[in-house]
């Protein structure tokens, strides 16, 4: 099965930046479609952003021209670039690739925390 850790949260300020990063124990470029999601306090686990392999790219509505995805080939790693960070955003982001009918394919890694102060 694969393994994914995803590593890169902390405490931001609201209006700052933080850049996760998720790496894989297989390569991301064999993966299908590529994801974040997050589950904030009290919350079910939601969709935050998903990258196919062929380039295409889909955000929440929540998140949609704040956060990045993408990937870096050479460190077979997938980042998500969130700018314009609010108090809202708080909450565990994971990773995770997706089956041929849009699911979580992997086991869910132990998730980075994100915390966001106003």
């Known amino acids: 099965q694969v393994q994914l850790v995803e590593s890169g949260g902390g405490l931001a300020q609201a209006g700052g930046s933080l850049r996760l990063s998720c790496s894989a124990s297989?390569?991301?470029?064999?993966?299908?479609?590529m994801a974040w999601y997050r589950q904030s306090p009290g919350k079910a686990r939601e969709f935050v952003a998903r990258?196919?392999?062929?380039?295409?790219?889909g955000y929440a509505v929540s998140v949609r021209g704040r956060f990045t995805i993408f990937t870096d080939a050479t460190k077979n790693t997938l980042y998500l670039q969130m700018n314009s960070l609010k108090p809202e955003d708080t909450g565990l982001y994971y990773c995770?690739?997706?089956?041929?009918?849009?699911?979580?394919?992997?086991?869910w890694g132990p998730g980075t925390q994100v915390t966001v102060s106003s």
């Open positions: 297989v390569s991301i470029f064999s993966l299908n479609t």
């Open positions: 990258l196919s392999v062929g380039g295409a790219t």
């Open positions: 995770n690739h997706l089956d041929i009918v849009g699911d979580a394919a992997a086991p």
